[in-house]
Structure formats: C-alpha cells, structure tokens
C-alpha cells in the first residue's frame, strides 16, 4: 500500500470527522519545501476521502507572526518594523493588503493549480475572533505546570521567567512583555520597552501565544487529526514532543497523527544549489509551479516517503521527472510494471487526487514538446508543429487542456532556468556569420533532391541525410552542416524528428539558400 493509503486509512478509522490541517508562515519568499506539505496534506485529503470519510483541509497562515529580522530582500526602511506582526506591516510592492498578504498570495494563486483542496485560515483573524481566549486562559492559568512540561521535554533549564503569551503593545505594535501576577480573566497587564503599560483583552488581537503553546492550541480549535510538519519540529525535544504533552495534560486534548517530512534539496544538473541569499532560494516555490507541471510536481512529492529527502532537479532533471510521470502512467494503464515500480505507479494514482483519467492521455515527449516550444511562437504554433508527426485529431480537452499547462511551463523553464545547451531558436534565413564549404553545400544540393521525394517522416528523413552523407561529408559532417543553417550552432535536437516537425517547403528553400 502507497505510504498516503497507510496513513488515510489510520486517519479514517480513528476520527469521525477528519480534519488535515497544514500550514506556513509567510514571514519570506516561500521556499519549494512548502509545496511538500502542502500536496502531502492533499494526498492524504483526497485518500481519506477516497474511503467515503467526510474530510476537510486547512490551510493555515501564520500572519500573525513577527518579523524575526530585516531580510536581505527587504529595502532598509524595513528594519523599523521588525518584532512586528506580519499581517500589521506595509506589503513591500503596495498591492497587497499587508507583508504577509503580499508573500501568501502569489503562491496560493499557484497552489490551487495543484488542485491542493484547502480552506485558507489566517492566524491573526483566529486571535481577532477570540478563538484562542480559552487556551490562553487555560495556558496562563497553568504557566508552572507548562513551564515544568517544556523543562521536562526540551532538557533545558525551568525558566521561572518564562512567558507563553506576548502582549502586542498598542503603542509602538511590537510583542512586550507580561506580569502574569495580576492576570485576571480576559486582562493582562503588559509593560513594554517603549514606555508604555496598560492592559490588554486576550480574547482580542491583542497578544499572541508562543509557537509551542499556539500549535497545541490550533490542534484544540480545529481538532486536527492529522498534519504534516518539517522534520525540524519532529525532532526529539522539539516543539511536537512539548505539544503532545501540552494538549493532553493542559488542554485535555489529544495530538495530530504526525507526518514528519524530509526537507527538498535543490539541484540543477545533478548538483546541489546552494541557497541565493539575497533572495531567499535559487528557486521559489511559486518558480517550481511555474515550470514543473502540476502532475508531475505531485507524483515527485508523492513518490517518496515523506521521511526521505528529496531533489528537485530544476536543469534537465526537469525533463528526467516529466519523463518518469509519463512513464508511469503508460505503466498504470498498460498494467505493466515491475515490483520496484509499484509505488511509483501507487504515487500515480495518487497524484490524481481521486480524478484517474479514464484512459490513456496523450502523451507527447516532454524532451520533443521542449524543442517544438522553441520552433513556435504560440500554442498554436505548437499545434501546427504536432500535426506534422502526430495524430492530433484525438486528443480530448483534457489533453489538449494538460499540452497548455505543459507548454506555458516549459516556456517559463526556457526563459528563466533551462541550461544553455538545451537552448536553441531556428533562423530565419541561413545565419550571416557561418561559413560553409563546398563539400556541405554538395551535402544540401543532393539532400534536397532526395527531400522532394520521400515520405515525410523522421524515419524516412533519417534514411536520406545518412544517404546523401555517404560518400560526401560523413553522418557527423551532416548533422553539423544541418544544425549550421538551420540554428546556427554545432548541435541541437535529434536531427530527423527536428525536420519531420518542420515544414517540408521550409526545410527544402533552406538548404536550396544554403547550397548557392
Ligand atoms: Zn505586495
Ligand atoms: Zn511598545
């Protein structure tokens, strides 16, 4: 059984009305890890509600954050609002309602091409609705036994001091401290470094609990039944280990089903990126949906278990990953695979979220559709291009639909990460600055008169460029002569099926230009 299947059903049989709960906080640019526990949180959505269970995802933000530090892709005049909530400092570009909103939604939008099934739920309006007065209650009340609980959980010193709930100080907007002495329900005395001391409501926007007590509490307000988290809060002593004790003997509840996740590492050619500094990432999370197709950025993050790393591969890696998806799914509908595909296949069928095609797709080589892209302006550009080597006169909307999501990503990929050597752009005449001797243009004089008579297909193109070659110029001299007049370079894409999607007429003025 797919590792998604095994938690679904463990999730289904413990839990009346399952509740998956995932989260982020916006506080920078979102890195493509986030995308992990977003689609893992959706696969087990959609498995536990393949078994008939009534199911619901949310999506949480945690808007109302501080901002930790003034990030090297933040302008300067940030560092006044650091030790601020998110969701009350100025969005960096104007057109956002705030910092949080401005880093939040550009990914939301990309997320729900992923078909991620989720409920959004902002932090910071869960505080303005009171939501978490009675854990904040509860947590003060029993701040000994919560500070004996972090002391037994973490192996750090009790901290006699220790302050599980920041006031917001309404004077200068940044979290202050508390005196707990004189707390009486809903006011809580605060004194803060800029000079001012009042008190606040905890039933209002007015303060905010610390990540280990605020994770426990959210698990009570929803009654989350299970969550994927970084491995970072798995870790022995970490903020799950304290939370599991906080919601049982504090707030008498019981802790998510845990699904810890590895971290994804970037790649580009086999080699690990290191991480951009000035921008956060080499590569977003918004840029991996951009250039990866939502299926197969499902099935990569479906396909391992969550405790094992993966690698995005964001150089022809890219094309390996399309490659492998499409590969599967032949497999899943011809039923033919072999024991170590299985949970390849399984990650397939997941991937869908519960939305199997019933047939075939079609499928056109994601390497091909890289080189048609560069032949064309537009879709249909490519269309036309696709008709010359295939039957395109079946494909279904969901296929010609699945080709345009593919085609806007590989030209997303072109344009911002594909290596040099995948990139090319066909000339509009012979290129000025090549030169040509007269044995190649021998070559292109006896190729065309062999072009104007055979079928035109790569097979029967292959046939006549290695003919023509034969006494002349050679197969490598060939090609090299071929890609020379055509791209400009020395080599580019598999030359036969490169010409069969060309235009005969085309391809027979070129080399009739090139042979004078
Ligand atoms: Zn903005
Ligand atoms: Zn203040």
Not at 26 to 36: E, Y
Not at 120 to 134: D, Q, R, S
Not at 351 to 361: D, G, I, S, T
Request: hydrophobic share 40%; aromatic share 10%; charged share 25%.
């Amino acid at each position: 059984m797919h590792w998604a299947d095994v938690i679904a059903q463990e999730v289904a049989d413990t839990c009346e009305h399952p509740l998956i709960a995932t989260g982020i906080s916006p506080t920078g640019i979102i890195h493509v890890g986030s995308l992990r526990e977003a689609i893992t949180g959706e696969s087990i959505r959609s498995a536990v509600a393949s078994k008939g269970k009534d199911v619901r995802l949310i999506y949480l933000i945690d808007s109302f954050d501080p901002l930790r530090k003034r990030y090297e892709f933040l302008p300067e005049e940030y560092e006044k609002y650091v030790g601020m909530p998110i969701c009350m400092i100025p969005c960096p570009c104007g057109k956002h309602d705030n910092y949080a909103h401005h880093f939040i939604q550009p990914f939301l939008d990309a997320v729900d091409s992923l078909e991620v099934h989720c409920e959004i739920v902002w932090t910071h309006e869960l505080y303005a609705k009171g939501e978490f007065a009675k854990w904040i209650d509860m947590t003060i009340n029993k701040r000994q036994e919560v500070i004996q609980i972090l002391h037994e959980v973490t192996g750090k010193d009790a901290d006699p001091n220790f302050s599980p709930y920041d006031p917001l100080c309404p004077d200068c907007g940044r979290f202050c401290k508390a005196n707990y002495d004189t707390y009486e329900f809903p006011n809580l005395e605060y004194s803060c470094k800029c000079g001012s001391h009042g008190k606040i409501d905890i039933r209002k926007m007015e303060g905010k609990l610390k990540w280990r007590l605020e994770w426990p509490a959210k698990w009570m307000i929803f009654g989350t039944s299970a969550e994927p988290f970084g491995k970072d809060h798995a870790a022995a002593g970490g903020s799950y280990d304290s939370g599991k004790r906080i919601v049982s003997e504090i707030f008498g509840g019981k802790a998510p089903y845990p699904i810890p996740y590895e971290f994804v590492q970037l790649k580009s050619g086999g080699q690990i990126v290191q991480m951009h500094k000035s921008l956060g990432s080499a590569v977003t999370g918004l840029d991996a949906i951009n250039m990866t197709p939502p299926e197969v950025l499902n099935y990569l993050f479906l396909r391992s278990q969550p405790n094992r790393a993966i690698d995005y591969d964001y150089g022809m890696g890219l094309l390996d990953m399309a490659d492998e998806y499409d590969r599967m799914e032949r497999a899943y509908f011809s039923n033919e695979f072999t024991e170590a595909e299985e949970n390849n296949v399984a990650a397939y069928v997941i991937a869908q979220h519960n939305h199997v095609p019933e047939q075939l797709p079609l499928q056109i080589s994601y390497r091909h559709l890289v080189n048609v892209v560069q032949m064309t302006k537009d879709f249909d550009g490519v269309m036309q291009v696709l008709g010359r080597t295939e039957d395109m006169s079946k494909a279904t909307d969901f296929d010609i639909k699945r080709l345009q999501v593919r085609v806007d990503c590989i030209r997303f990929w072109l344009a911002n990460f594909a290596p040099e050597n995948v990139k090319f752009s066909i000339q509009e005449a012979v290129p000025a600055n090549i030169e040509l001797s007269a044995d190649e243009k021998a070559y292109f004089k006896a190729l065309a008169a062999l072009f104007k008579d055979i079928e035109w297909n790569a097979e029967q193109i292959n046939a006549a460029v290695t003919d023509a070659a034969k006494d002349g110029i050679g197969n490598k001299g060939a090609f090299k002569a071929m890609y020379k007049i055509l791209i400009g370079k020395n080599m580019g894409p598999r030359l036969s099926p490169f010409l069969a999607s060309m235009d005969r007429q085309f391809v027979l003025d070129r080399l009739e230009q090139a042979a004078q």
